[in-house]
Every structure is written in C-alpha cells, then in structure tokens.
C-alpha cells in the first residue's frame, strides 16, 4: 500500500492511502479554487432565503485558511486542520464561521497524529458532525449543512468498514453529502436566518448544505491525485 | 366562540402556513369534512382573503395584503418607532427592529436595514420564539404574566445549542433585565448575531413591545454607549404613547430576583 505521496520523479503516483499533511495542504488549495468559482452561485442561493453573504464570506474564509496553512508550517495533518478551523473561525461572518470554524476544529482535534487512514476520517467527521449540531441545535431535515454533513459521516463509516480506500471512502461520501444538500430544496428551514421566512423557505437549496457538498469535494479531489 | 368563524381562522393559518393547499388536504388538516371547509373556503374567496390558483389549489388572497398593511399603518407603537429607529441605525450602524409579543413570540412590526447598503432578509412580519431574542425578553421582563405563562407552559425549543431555555435561569435573566433596564442576547436566536433591545411602554404603563439592535456577536457585548442608545430610542418612544416614566413607577425598584 502506498504511504507517501511525494515519490520520486516520473514514478506514477498511487493516490494517498492516508489523510496527511500533502493531502489537507491540497484540500485548502483546492477549496479556494472551488469557492472562488462558486462564489456568484452560492450568493445567488442564500440571496433567496438569507443575507446574500455566504458566498462572500466562505471565499473570504478560504484565503484565511490558506494563509493559515502557511504560517502554520507543520507535517501534522491534525494541526493542520484546527488551523484551518480557528482560522474560519476569525474569518468568515455570520453562522457559517463558527459553524465551519467549529467543524474544521473538531475534525483536527479527532484526527490522529499520524497520517488518518479512512476509518480514522470516518470518526473525524462524526466528531465534526457532533460539534455542528451542539453549536446549532440543528436536526437532520432542518435544511442546514447537517443535511449534507450528516450523511456524509455515515457513508464514510460504510466506505471504511468496507474497506474502500480514503479517495473511495470520500467519492461516497461526497455523493452522500449531494444526495442531501439536493434534499434540502423542498424542505421548510427550522435553523438559521432562513427559518424565519417559514414555508417561503420551501423550494430553495440550502446554501450552508451546498457549501459543505463543496467543502468535502474539495477533500475528494485532494485525496484522488 | 364562534365555530365557523373560528374555522375560517384556522383555514387562513393553514394557508399561512402551507402556501397551497387543495380543499381535500385543508380538510384533512383541519379534520373536518370536504363539504364543511368547501363552504367556508368558498366564503374566504368570495371575499378575496383566499385565491384559487389554476390548479385548483387554494392560498392567501389579495385581501390579506390589505389587512396586514392597514395593520402596519396603524399600529401606534410602529408608527412612534419610524423615527427613532431610523435614528438609531444611523447612531450604531446597527439594524433595528421593533417587535410585539404575540404568544409567545415576538413579531417583527418594524425594521430599519443596517446602514451599510448591503443585501439584507427584511424582517417585517417575521416571528421568534421570545425566549431566544433580546425584544423578548425585553417585553417578558414587564410582562410577569406571559413570563410566568411562557415559562411554565412550554418546552422552549432550542433555536441555537445557545438558546437559553432553563425557565429557572430565564426567570433571573428577566430580573437582571429589570435592574438594567435592557435585555442582550447573543447566538441564541442566529449563530453570529447579537443584539440589545429595549422595553417599549405606553399611557397606562404596560409594556407594548420593545426596540432593539443586531449586531455581529464578533462586537458583542456592546460598549455602554450603544446600549445607552437603545435605551434612550425606548424612553422617547415610550414618551410619545404617554408614558410617564421609564420604567413605570411599578417597575422602578426592580423585583429583587426573587
């Protein structure tokens, strides 16, 4: 099995068979490509049910993160994490920066010091997962990021135990996390800013669902060069 | 009560609630026979507070825009708050709002945007639960009566993990808002916001409603100015629906907690 993502030149390169500090570093690089080029879109859904900030603020957020990978100069992977969420934490306004801040801090402070093989990330986001709905007090079905967040810990638990690799393991959960984020569309908000609407919530994708669906996708693509 | 009449409010709430709704699933909602809410609803549209769509499905009418606009027009305290409140945002950068208790809930009757040209939700006509705003607690902390009712009456949902909802601990929370005259909030009803509001009295010193701004929790708690600010747009308000003082004399020597 391969354990290192940085062989030697011209020798194919086997996708990381463990979350490390290369992988989280590509994650962040990629997230801010990927928020960057969804910004207008992800505006455009919480414009209907929101503030029209949470585009602005996750792209905002993902320069932060960036910048706080580099000054954090370590190969933990773990440390690496918790960077990126104290970093969103402080960055990004409204709900979504202490919802991702805490996310991101949870996911680094369950995932182990070495390198997280897909079992260890499974647990990383169930701890993830936990500290969401403990600072939101939100359900599956409110039409939150839990919608898209909670499917997508439980599919990597049935990736893992399955024996899918960590780019395997995460293709199904990303695919989960889309699966529910679509499912946010007809839902009536109970959490958040768009709860107030009521049922002129209805018939709108979540925008905090949508950015999770990307925030793991980023992961997805990190983990599969 | 009158049953029927009784029956065509909960046929408009239903609609409220549902948007649209065919006459077999209002029935339904409502457990009452097709016939029975076929005659009511009939009723409803001939009167233009109910509308039929293409599909057959029924929903809120046009005549409902005009009652809730007379509404708005003519509600004193909305109407003495324009103002201040339009003060107000422009002293704190804040947005303000201005809510009534209506069971349980505060409803927003008016709302200044934050001055700062953004894209903002107007919150006109929304409702929280009053135990996770500032405006609640506000208006609860005079109101000893829906305080005990609200307290006592219902499991308080948690809008945040940081919605206060312990009654015994909300019960001091409304003391302490009593000694300071204002009621803050942060995270409890939004993650990110927080706010200071005000009581709101009238002539016969009971308390109407309450004012209040939004701020980041980031600039939470405020400075003393700002709080100073929302308590004077509640004392001039108060001043213009007659009250004589703030608190009314009954409030003065605040409840020692107890």
Redesign the interface.
Known sequence: MSTSNGGSPGAALDPPASLDHLVVTRWITELDHRLRAAEAYLTELD?AI????HGANMTRGARAALTAIAEEATTEAARLVAAVGHALSRSI???????YGTWFTALGRRLPDAPADPTALAAALTAGLDAV?????AELGDKTMVDALAPAATAAHEAARAGAGLAGTLRLAVAAAEDGALATVPLRAR???A??????S?GHQDPGATSAVIVLDALRAAAEV | MIQSVDRAVSILVEL????RLRLTELASRLSLPNSTVHGIVATLVARGLVEQDGSGRYGLGPGVLRLSNVYLDSNELRLRSLGWTEALAERTGAAVRVGVLLAGDIVVVHHVLRPDG????R?IG?D?PAHGTALGKAVLAYDPEQARQLLEDHALP??????HVDPAALSEELAAVRRAGVAAAA?EA????AEVAAPIFDGHDAVVGAIGIVV???QAPTDQATTDEVRRAAVNISRELGAAAWPPTTFEVASSGG
């Open positions: 414009a929101g503030d029209a900030d306004g409204g709900a979504s920066g202490p919802l709905q403990q600072l939101g007090a959490k958040g800013r709860s107030y609407l009521g049922a002129r209805e | 409220q609630g549902a948007r953004s894209h903002q939700m919150e929304i929280i948690k809008l945040t993990g940081r919605t995270d939004i993650l990110g916001e980041p929790s980031s």
